[in-house]
């Protein structure tokens, strides 16, 4: 079976797999939709958008519709990366509200999801559920990333899974790879192993406990991982 994904909402219907595998979608462009995109790093300033002729590969946006329904200038919250221009093809990258950027380092859901599968793979680990927020700096101490994991199966090794998330993400993003040069600016990320349950606990908390929820993979703040540290005694690396 060739499953082919498509990206709509119930904003509109906005791309479409073309090319089974390609890991990317064709933009609709002929649908009712005006679109504009926002870097990333102008979230703050709406002013910023570009029109679909502006847009640059590999740069991270938020995409803003108006729409022949009435929606005018409606960020719908997602965020994506043009893989091409010519046609236009796109790529989900994550959320305008998840991500981290405490250091400039620009890591996105998409980022994390392929480290974290790379060392599942490289350890025979199984993932349960997980989250990443920054550590910030103090004092003489370097920033960080923190990694809360709840593992469904061990990996053979802690510290080989959580090295080879750091260095799947150098690989993926440039940005992170800069921050982490000789611990320039960021150390290395340390991984924090959650008792089974722990998430489901945090969203029962939460009273979030349903389909519609999910446990937020990033935070640009120490918020979520605060509450989840809170509920727990937990084992650190």
């Not at 890591?107 to 350890?123: G, K, L, S």
């Not at 061990?154 to 510290?159: A, G, Y």
Request: with cysteine.
């Amino acid at each position: 079976m060739r499953y082919m994904d498509t990206y709509n909402a119930s904003e509109g219907f906005f791309a479409i797999e073309d090319a089974p595998g390609a890991g990317d979608m064709l933009l609709m462009l002929d649908y009712g939709q005006f679109y504009e995109f926002l870097p990333l790093e102008s979230l703050a300033d709406p002013t910023c958008a570009v029109p679909l002729e502006g847009v640059r590969c590999g740069v991270n946006y938020a995409m803003i519709i108006t729409s022949c329904n009435g929606l005018w200038r409606y960020m719908i919250g997602d965020t994506v990366c043009f893989t091409s221009t010519s046609p236009h093809r796109i790529r989900i990258t994550g959320r305008t509200k998840h991500y981290i950027n405490a250091f400039g380092e620009e890591v996105m859901i998409d980022n994390v999801e392929q480290a974290i599968v790379a060392a599942a793979e490289a350890t025979g680990a199984r993932i349960a559920e997980y989250t990443v927020a920054p550590i910030y700096m103090s004092g003489g101490h370097k920033g960080a990333h923190q990694w809360v994991v709840e593992f469904a199966g061990e990996p053979d090794s802690r510290q080989r899974f959580i090295d080879r998330v750091d260095s799947r993400l150098q690989e993926l993003n440039s940005d992170y790879r800069a921050k982490r040069f000789a611990d320039t600016t960021l150390t290395a990320p340390r991984l924090i192993v959650a008792p089974p349950g722990t998430f489901m606990a945090w969203l029962a908390s939460q009273d979030k406990v349903g389909g519609q929820n999910k446990v937020p993979r990033l935070g640009n703040d120490r918020h979520v991982v605060e509450q989840i540290l809170s509920m727990l005694s937990y084992e650190k690396i």
